[in-house]
């Protein structure tokens, strides 16, 4: 049974400290891809706090989540809201560095969701390429970084994120086997059906 009172409480604990959580009119889209492509597995990368991998067992009300997440602290914190809300038997949080992780995993993925560190964004497009089912969707959240990717933003501390999610943004829509959308909601929300 899902717990909406304790969702709440989550989310608002999350934005009173500035806990990166997917943005509501991201996850409206999100929500919307969910309900026509009903998957069985979504993968994601970068749990936070749990937030938004129990979002999708909400919203794709059948589906196993594995969400990987590298702050030991986070992870705990994760289970323990994915516990409260009542979703604890759908979502495998796995602690450890997705570069590693990702290499390890051998299941089919329907829609697998990138919203962890920046300079890896092209590192997680391999391996969910290579993970995803045929026609399946990846997702990466946070792809115009406030902005400053389309810009000629160069200042020195994010650069080289700005440069990794260009990259990104270049990979997802000139690769033949890659349909993309980059749409400009939340921070920046990139679409990408994967023929194979």
Do not use: W
């Not at 809201?81 to 038997?89: L, M, P, R, S």
């Not at 560095?97 to 964004?121: Q, R």
């Amino acid at each position: 049974m899902f717990n909406i009172k304790e969702f709440e409480i989550m989310k608002e604990k999350a934005l009173e400290n500035h806990i990166p959580i997917i943005m509501d009119d991201t996850l409206e889209k999100i929500k919307e891809i969910l309900k026509k492509e009903k998957p069985k597995r979504i993968l994601e990368i970068g749990t936070a706090v749990g937030y938004s991998a129990i979002c999708f067992a909400r919203y794709a009300e059948t589906c196993i989540i594995d969400t990987i997440e590298l702050d030991e602290e986070r992870a705990k914190e994760a289970i323990e809201n994915i516990k409260k809300v009542g979703v604890d038997e759908r979502i495998n949080v796995i602690i450890g560095n997705a570069v590693e992780i990702l290499p390890t995993l051998n299941f089919e993925y329907d829609i697998i969701f990138i919203d962890a560190a920046k300079s890896k964004y092209s590192i997680f497009l391999e391996q969910g390429i290579r993970l995803v089912k045929n026609g399946g969707i990846i997702l990466a959240d946070n792809v115009l970084y406030k902005g400053y990717v389309m810009s000629d933003y160069n200042k020195h501390k994010q650069r080289t994120a700005v440069r990794h999610l260009r990259e990104y943004i270049k990979e997802v829509t000139e690769n033949p086997n890659l349909e993309s959308e980059i749409l400009e909601i939340g921070d920046g929300l990139a679409i990408t059906r994967v023929t194979k």
